[in-house]
């Protein structure tokens, strides 16, 4: 089985910054992909960013130029850098990997961490 945790949501003022971690551990042969996405109240969950295998990244129109992905070496520890915050950034951001295994790929989701930005 494979576990994600997140850290590092809270509240922060307009404009300000904060950075999320995503651990994943348990049985983990490849990791395909990891992203984050978030739920806002009454919203879908959407994607925020992914990072692929070969590094590659894709972000939301909406956090272009302020969000940042990342991991490191060992691809176990995703980052979500978040600038300039805005209010309509405020929900519930969640931590998603596609991970194989000798079984085949599955998805695996973290219990996510509240982000809220607000005077």
């Known amino acids: 089985q494979v576990q994600l945790v997140e850290s590092g949501g809270g509240l922060v003022q307009p404009g300000g910054s904060l950075t999320l971690s995503c651990a994943a551990s348990?049985?983990?042969?490849?990791?395909?992909?990891m992203g984050w996405y978030r739920q806002a109240p009454g919203e879908e969950r959407e994607m925020v960013a992914v990072?692929?295998?070969?590094?590659?990244?894709q972000y939301a129109d909406s956090v272009k130029g302020r969000f940042t992905i990342s991991s490191d070496n060992t691809k176990t520890m995703l980052y979500l850098t978040m600038n300039s915050l805005k209010p309509e950034d405020t929900a519930v951001y969640y931590c998603n990997a596609f991970i194989s295994h000798s079984f085949g790929t599955s998805e695996y989701w973290g219990q996510g961490t509240q982000v809220t930005v607000s005077s």
């Open positions: 990072i692929g295998s070969g590094d590659t990244t």
């Open positions: 348990g049985t983990i042969s490849s990791i395909k992909a």
